[in-house]
């Protein structure tokens, strides 16, 4: 009997070793994830505003599997997920690195912190983010937003959209208040 489900007790053993290097996210605390093409700064802003100490690199897909940090504000907690980078295509062409950040955003239902990075540092054109952000918008409209335009010590190629908050992770500019905004948006009054 064994030998005849030898194949899904091998897969079976592989999730469990998959399963054992996501972080636990705790249902009953508030979350927040740090959204994005790849490249434009969300693993160090997730450095900048939590403890979470996720790698920093400057080519894309740096972040290939989520992470958590936390806020401590007003004696709670908020628990801050870094995710992978998404491009903007369809979900057939997206490769398992992006598909693990869709299902945290699908199954957690966080609240959304979306980087955009007009420097153009990050290799990925402002339409190409911007088209990525309406996705998001369209698939989770339910979720509490926040917008952020990152790299902002960097000349810009636009100015922040209106309502976005413009912070720089390397200079701490923009910093306290994104920290503050998310603190907002999640621990209300
Ligand atoms: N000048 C400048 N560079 C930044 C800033 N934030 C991040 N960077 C640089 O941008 C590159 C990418 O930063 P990450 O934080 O790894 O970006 P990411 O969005 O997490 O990237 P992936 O995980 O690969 O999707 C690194 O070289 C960072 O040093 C910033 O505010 N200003
Ligand atoms: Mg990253």
């Known amino acids: 009997m064994v030998r005849q489900v030898a194949d899904r007790l091998e897969f079976l053993r592989d999730a469990r070793s998959v399963l054992r290097k996501l972080p636990a996210v705790d249902p009953e ?5 740090m959204a994005g093409a790849p490249n434009v700064g969300k693993s160090s802003l997730v450095r900048a505003i939590s403890t979470g100490r996720p790698a920093v690199r400057e080519y894309p897909f740096t972040t290939k599997s989520v992470s958590l940090g ?7 907690t908020i628990q801050v997920l870094d995710t992978p ?3 903007d295509r369809p979900d057939a062409e997206r490769n398992n690195i992006e598909k693990q950040g869709l299902a945290a955003l699908e199954h957690l239902a966080p609240a959304i ?8 540092t990050s290799g990925y054109p ?6 990525l952000r309406a996705e998001l918008r369209a698939r989770y409209p339910q979720a509490p937003w926040l917008e952020v335009h990152g790299k902002f010590d960097l000349e810009q190629e636009a100015p922040p959209g209106e309502g976005a908050l413009a912070v ?4 701490g500019t923009g910093v ?3 920290k503050q905004a998310v603190i907002a948006m999640l621990l209300p009054g």
């Open 29 to 33: 605390t508030p979350l927040v994830a």
């Open 70 to 76: 936390h806020i401590t504000a007003r004696y709670q």
């Open 85 to 87: 980078g998404l491009l």
């Open 113 to 120: 912190v979306f980087v955009t990075d007009a420097s153009g």
């Open 126 to 131: 402002l339409e190409v983010q911007q088209a």
């Open 168 to 171: 720089s992770a390397t200079e």
């Open 176 to 178: 306290d208040e994104l």
